[in-house]
């Protein structure tokens, strides 16, 4: 198992353009979270995904933003019409919660290397 | 609402133990974590407690939980350069982490 991969690694674009990041979990983790961190800052929270389903997106996440996970494996999160305050590091972490655990059950996030996003 | 805070920075001397503190709001939080961030690497997961406990000692790291004042701490004991980094506490509120902003450790030789 190689751990939890995201890709690109760097991002550059202009204002206005769409970017597309890539997360790969670690195989058979069955959720997957999407975290923002600017610099100085704890990663914030995007939204999560159990199986292919979203289950929470944060207010932080305006309409711009979209996350899929189609098949339960990968995901994709899509920023349209990019503005320089999305300048920021996209981090991308799965778990694996066990069926009919509640939301208090031990739940440990594996994080990958994140995609660092700069709009010019 | 839940906010979890740490000290930005801490020094100590190569050899010296660091104690990293960190307090939370949230009563209802189940678990808490330590993650170390090295720069340009992604977030890494030292030790977890959960809080019924009020220690666990793994190696070189101690963490001690106060559940009463909502105050967990990380101690590093004979702290190395290679543990020159950005340490993040977080708390697990029903299915999200709430972080922390981190605390610098510097390590003078």
């Known amino acids: 198992d190689t751990g939890v991969s995201q890709n690109p690694r760097h991002k550059i674009t202009k204002r206005g353009q769409n970017v597309t990041f890539r997360c790969d979990p670690i195989?058979?983790?069955?959720?997957l979270y999407w975290y923002r961190q600017t610099l100085g800052q704890g990663p914030e929270f995007l939204t999560y995904?159990?199986?292919?389903?979203?289950?929470?997106k944060s207010r932080l996440l305006s309409d711009r933003f979209s996350a899929e996970r189609p098949k339960g494996s990968f995901s994709t999160l899509e920023i349209q019409r990019t503005e320089q305050g999305d300048s920021a590091m996209y981090l991308c972490?799965?778990?694996?919660?066990?069926?009919?655990?509640?939301?208090?059950?031990?739940?440990?996030?594996?994080f990958g290397p994140g995609t660092r996003l700069l709009v010019l | 609402g839940e906010d979890v805070e740490q000290s930005l920075f801490l020094s100590v001397r190569e050899g010296d133990s660091s104690v990293i503190n960190c307090t939370y709001t949230?009563?209802?939080?189940?678990?808490l974590y330590w993650y170390k961030q090295e720069p340009g690497a992604g977030l890494q997961l030292l030790t977890y407690?959960?809080?019924n406990m009020d220690m666990k000692q793994d190696q070189r790291l101690t963490v001690l939980l106060n559940k009463k004042d909502k105050h967990l701490s990380l101690r590093i004991a004979d702290t190395q350069t290679g543990d020159s980094a950005i340490y993040f506490c977080?708390?697990?509120?029903?299915?999200?982490?709430?972080w922390g902003a981190g605390t610098k450790l510097i390590i003078k030789p």
């Open positions: 195989s058979e983790h069955n959720r």
């Open positions: 977080a708390e697990k509120s029903n299915y999200q982490l709430i």
């Open positions: 949230d009563s209802s939080s189940t678990y």
């Open positions: 407690i959960f809080s």
């Open positions: 972490a799965s778990s694996l919660l066990h069926p009919g655990t509640s939301g208090g059950a031990r739940e440990t996030q594996y």
């Open positions: 995904f159990q199986n292919e389903a979203q289950l929470e």
